[in-house]
Structures are given as C-alpha cells and as structure tokens.
C-alpha cells in the first residue's frame, strides 16, 4: 500500500540520464548537503538534479533554443559545459572555457572551441562528479544514507587512445592559434582564398588551348552565385553531403575540359565520353614508342594521381566555402544578391572584357552540351546501324564489278598523315610541292600520268581507321562506335569489290598492326603482313614500325614478283607509317638493293632528332612533319618507277590531316589524292572528275567527302549499282 512520504525520508526521482538522484521529502538541507540544484527546465516534474553552475548554463541554453533550435547550437553548449567540467579542461588553466558561446569567437577560435567541447563531451576519460544529496534524518530501508562527496570526483576509466589523442591534437592546435593569432589568421584566410581559387578556375576551365587566356578567367560565373544561395540555405549535415558532391562534378568537369583541349589540338574535336576511353589504350602506346616506356609509366601514375587530387582537393574546397558561407549568413546573402545583380546587369547590357563577356554560366553550358551529346551519340549508333545496310552495290554480282580494270595491277595505298597542309601551309609546302614536282616529272619520264584531287576525311589528327575505312566503305565513318558497326555489318568494302570478282588475289601489308587484325575479313584481304611478318631487324622509327621503303622493298620481294600461277591479277592494301607523329627520328632513302633485313638503318635512326625535341617546338614539327611526308611520297614514287609495270595501276592518299598544332587551328580536314597509271585508258575513265593532271592538285580541285570515293571510283570504271536495302 503506498504511504504518504514523512520529514526526513528519502525518495528516488530518477534522472534525465537514467541516474537516480536521492531529496528528501520536506526537508530542510543540512550544512553539508550538497546545494540544491535548480529545477530542471522543461521536465514538467517540478523535480530537482543535482547539477553543477556550468552545466546547469549549458542546460538553460539548451532549453532556451527550444526543440526547433539548430541543433549544432545546443550541442555545442552544452558539450562545453561537460568539457568545463573535465579534470583535463580543470587541470589546464591557460585555456578559455569551453563552455563558452562559439558564436561569440572569432572564426578560427570558435571553430576549435566547438570542435573541442564535442569530442570532450564523448572523451570516456572525462569525468562528472556523482550527483548525491546527504538526508539529515535515518536512512530508509530501500535508499541507504551517501556520505557527501562533494569535493572529491569519482575514478575514471580510460578511454581509447584515439579520443585522448585526438583532442590532444585539438588542443595543441588551439594553444598554437592563441599564442599566434596573426599568423592563424592569415593561414585560415590563405587557405580559404586559395580554395576559392581553385573552385573558381574550374567553373572557367576552356575546352581549347586557344582560349586558355587571362580574359577566359575574368568572368562572373553564374554557378558559383547559384551555388552559394543553395548552400548557405542548407542545413549543417547535407550542406556538407551536397557541397562535396558539387566539388566533385565541378573538378570531373574541368577533367573533361582538359581532356577536350587534347582532343582538340591532336584529333580536331572533344572528347566523346561514350566512345573515346579505348582511346587511351593507343595513346599509352604512342607514348611508349615515342618516349619510353620509364617516362610513360610516369606519366600514367602522374595523371591519375592529378585526377584524384583535384577531385578531393575540390570537394574540400567547396565544403570549406560552405561552412564560411553559413557562418557569415548574413554578409553571404548580402553578397550574393550584389553579385546576382552584377551578373544579371552584365548579361542585359552585354558587357564584355577582351572579346569574353563577364557573365558567364560556361560550366552549366558544358554540362548541357555533354548531356546533349551523349544522347546523340546513343542515337547515332542505331541510326547508323540502318543506314550501314543499305548499300548501292551490296548486290552486283561479281562479273558486274570493275570490269575495266580487270587484268590491273591494283594497288591502294595510305600515306600517314598526309593533308593538305602538307602542300599549302607555308612552311611545309616548299619542301614537299618541290618533291611533288620532282616526282610527277620522274614518273612521267618512266611512263607514268597521274590525276589528283581532294577528299574531306572523315578523321583529323589522328585515328587512321576512320579514314581506312571511310574511304574503302562509302560510309562516313566519325568515330569509334561506327567503324565497330562497319567492321561486323557486311556491307561492300572497294577492296572486298575486287575479291567478289573472282579475278583479283587481294593483299594487305601492314607494318602498323602489331595484334590481331579481325578487319581482315571485311576488307576482303586473302592475307595480311603484319609488322612481324615482313623479316624487319632494324630499329624503330617513334611509333612507325620500320621505314616506308623497307615496307615497300618487303611488299616487292614477297607479294608484287610472284608469278600469278592462277592467272588472276593483284590488288593490294598497304599502310605507309613513316610519316607518322612526332617526326622524329625520320629515316632517310638507301640504296634499294643495300636494305637488307633493315639493319642498315641503324646508324640513321640513332643520328636523328629526338621525339622529345620535337614534340616540344612546333616549328620544328612542321619542319620535319614536311620532312616525313618527302620521304614517304619518295619512297613510294622510287618504287613505282623500279617495279612498275603496264599494268600498274597506283591509288595513294592521305588519311587524314596532321595535328592541329603542326596544320594549323583552322586547317581544313582536306587530303590530297592521286591515280597514277601507264595506261592511258585508266585516267580517260575519270576525265569527267576535273582532277589536276600530276601529283600536286590545285587549290581549286574538286574536293569530295571521302566516303564518296568508293562509289565513284566503282562506278567510273564500270562497276553496275544493284543496291541492297534493309
């Protein structure tokens, strides 16, 4: 039954943290009781805690936030006050209080007090005297009397070494701001500046090494105004999840734009984020030939590193930004409306600083154009798919096809990087038009005429396939995702056109392939000559596998001098690499009967310039890229004028034009091509083309898309359209 309490007995009430904390009924406390400690506010008990001053401010604080109060706020004030009552923030009296509003502090202060007091309050070697209340009368059955214990705080356990080292380290850091506050000041203030900086330069980071300039950098970015009313908006835990995200994307775009100023200055475009990361595989290889493979190891680990770094290095930035922006709410919000307002005003009146205007949104503009492209890239595959299917000559029969060539010695050859800079930018064209004159007289003196044009290839700088398979398909092929769809479609290739005839053996001679080559198949090739398989003992030249003229010599001895036992005729492939990026080493003409197995090239290749040398002076790479388009045109006109016959019929081009930093920002994507032949029936068949008679086309010559070529070219010498649909 219960009873009602008397004078001087004990009851328990427990307590906010489970604890029980023992008053007595009525009474008045004795002289060595414990104080009675304030109400506890809020509680609705009308009970009383045992609570030392400091704590019991922290709680007042707490309550006085209420429950919608921030919650940062009142964890702060009230692990303060627990610190304050910590032997450790006891034993050290140079220390402010932690208990102190942080709010009240400088910046830097503010943030270590907090930081301090919340790892205090968890720190499990931090001790809170035990609350107790001496009852004057006799001591209850259930609730025994405590002696008091007031001054005398109870044995603590220790706590992980992690905690205590940790806020050592905290404390530390605090004592060394305290005793250098100047130069606290001026570290936190550097390193806010230079987060903004580096946030700053990757919304602007251009997307071409022309616009890398101071004026692309001067402008107002909308993102950054945007980013900051958001952000500032946001409470502490997701302001920190979203401002570490939107560091991230930020960096992962600039990455993107570095990667476009590369792809602009090599290939003529940006980088496609869908089809262009196999293309990384080939550049590692580049620069193995080119520069070793040491120094590419370390440029590999460089990048990657680079990458991950600007990625963190970005996301703290932008949180750092995040944090002083809540901080300063009210000068923020003052800020970025001046700043909306300048944006705003700089967009209506069109300012602009050296060409740029000073309102920018470029990052967002970015972020759009990729999302666009992506989705037209998704597109464009199925599209091209279809149109891969239809083929205006996929069902002639093979009697139906080239009948006016039939009895030729056919031969299709690529020069590396042979465009139309070569022939007209004013550096390289004097030494190669010289060469292309030189030669069209030599020919013409063995008996030789030719024609030549232009085509507009399907590639710029780079990626040869594209123009390989451009040209010998029909189909404008642009990118990685086509020439995969070309390659498995059965779609009629010019070369595979000589094959269905019936009458032609078909070779390819490849110094550039070093793996396998399933391409074999669609261009209709009975065999192929790799870069191992042609005896070459010599050293490499950069990237090219051995010299053109080896390659040429090597297609003579074991192709081009066999007697036709079968009575067929000949039609080969053949990819000349020589002049291939960078230019150096270039190898020089030999006598043709001293090339031997290659090793006579030896003492050329190690007495020529080094890639390194090279890549690094743009001068002197379109110097020597002229260099190297000489050789390979001499190498291929000198052949032709010792083996060639009647019969011989000589189709050469380029693939596509050299990189933008050797053709020029502006240079065209034109190649030059020529029909070389001694029989003046083949080039009647194309007077209607308006080519230029020799080697050299005009400015004005027709200029064709490449993937025009191969219908013309079967038309003109009698091939019959029986088109194939889907």
Not at 212 to 228: K, N, S, T
Not at 364 to 381: F, P
Not at 393 to 401: D, H, K
Request: aromatic share 8%.
């Amino acid at each position: 039954m219960d009873t009602e309490p008397t004078p001087g007995d004990a009851i328990a009430i427990p307590g906010e943290d489970g604890a029980r904390a023992e008053v007595k009924a009525e009474a008045e406390p004795s002289e060595t009781a414990a104080p009675e400690r304030p109400e506890a506010a809020g509680t609705g008990t009308g009970r009383v805690v045992d609570e030392d001053p400091a704590a019991a401010d922290a709680e007042a604080k707490v309550t006085a936030h209420g429950t919608d109060a921030d919650p940062e706020i009142a964890a702060s004030d009230t692990e303060a006050a627990e610190v304050a009552d910590s032997p450790e923030a006891a034993a050290d009296a140079e220390a402010p209080e932690a208990a102190a509003d942080a709010s009240t502090a400088t910046e830097p202060e503010a943030d270590a007090k907090a930081t301090e007091a919340s790892e205090a309050a968890t720190d499990p070697e931090a001790s809170v005297p035990e609350a107790t209340s001496t009852p004057e009368g006799p001591a209850s059955d259930t609730t025994p009397a405590t002696p008091a214990t007031t001054n005398t705080p109870r044995p603590t356990r220790p706590g992980p070494r992690t905690w205590s080292s940790r806020l050592g380290l905290r404390r530390r850091v605090r004592g060394w701001r305290e005793k250098h506050p100047v130069a606290a000041r001026v570290v936190s203030w550097t390193v806010t500046v230079l987060a903004a900086a580096i946030v700053y330069v990757c919304l602007q980071m251009p997307t071409t090494l022309n616009s890398l300039r101071p004026a692309e950098f001067m402008r107002l970015p909308a993102e950054a105004i945007m980013g900051a009313v958001v952000l500032m908006s946001v409470p502490r835990r997701p302001r920190i999840v979203l401002a570490a995200f939107c560091g991230a994307l930020t960096a992962v775009v600039a990455i993107l734009n570095m990667l476009d100023m590369g792809f602009n200055e090599y290939l003529g475009r940006g980088f496609n984020v869908v089809l262009d990361w196999s293309l990384f595989g080939d550049a590692r290889g580049y620069l193995d030939d080119t520069l070793g493979g040491t120094v590419t190891s370390l440029l590999t680990v460089g990048v990657v590193l680079f990458v991950l770094l600007l990625i963190v290095l970005v996301a703290l930035a932008v949180v750092r930004l995040s944090n002083l922006l809540a901080d300063h709410k009210a000068e923020a919000s003052r800020g970025a409306l001046i700043a909306g307002t300048v944006w705003i005003t700089c967009t209506a009146f069109g300012l602009q600083f050296a060409g740029v205007p000073l309102a920018a949104d470029h990052t967002a503009a970015i972020v759009k154009l990729r999302a666009q492209a992506i989705r037209n890239t998704l597109r464009d595959e199925a599209e091209f798919e279809k149109v891969a299917k239809v083929d205006a000559f996929g069902n002639t029969p093979g009697s139906q096809l080239v009948p006016d060539l039939r009895g030729k010695d056919m031969i299709f050859t690529f020069i590396e990087s042979y465009g139309r800079s070569a022939i007209e930018d004013p550096i390289m064209a004097p030494g190669v038009d010289e060469t292309l004159a030189a030669d069209t007289k030599a020919l013409s003196k063995a008996g030789f005429a030719a024609k030549s044009g232009w085509l507009t290839s399907a590639t710029y700088g780079g990626s040869s396939w594209l123009g390989h398979s451009t040209t010998m398909s029909g189909l404008w092929v642009n990118n990685q995702q086509r020439y995969r769809t070309v390659m498995a479609s059965d779609h009629l290739s010019l070369t595979d056109a000589f094959k269905k005839t019936g009458d032609f053996d078909t070779i390819g001679v490849m110094p550039g392939v070093q793996k396998g080559w399933p391409e074999q198949s669609f261009y209709g090739l009975d065999k192929v000559y790799n870069a191992f398989q042609l005896g070459y003992k010599g050293p490499k030249f950069s990237w090219s596998t051995m010299p053109d003229q080896y390659t040429l010599e090597q297609f003579q001895k074991r192709v081009h001098s066999k007697p036709r036992t079968d009575g067929k005729s000949l039609m080969s492939m053949i990819i000349l690499t020589s002049s291939h990026q960078p230019w150096a080493p270039i190898p020089k003409l030999v006598p043709w009967d001293q090339l031997g197995n290659g090793s006579i090239f030896d003492a050329i290749e190690k007495a020529g310039n080094k890639a390194s040398d090279v890549i690094a002076d743009t001068t002197k790479s379109r110097e020597e890229y002229g260099k190297s388009i000489q050789y390979s045109v001499n190498s291929l006109t000198q052949w032709l004028e010792r083996y060639g016959n009647d019969n011989t019929v000589l189709v050469f081009l380029g693939d596509h034009q050299p990189i933008a930093r050797v053709s020029g920002n502006h240079a065209s994507r034109d190649v030059p091509i020529s029909i070389v032949a001694k029989d003046p029936k083949v080039l009647a068949k194309i007077d209607s083309w308006n080519w230029t008679d020799g080697l050299r086309p005009a400015h004005d010559a027709p200029v064709w898309k490449m993937s025009a070529f191969r219908d013309k070219f079967l038309t003109a010498y009698g091939s019959t359209p029986h088109p194939k649909t889907n």
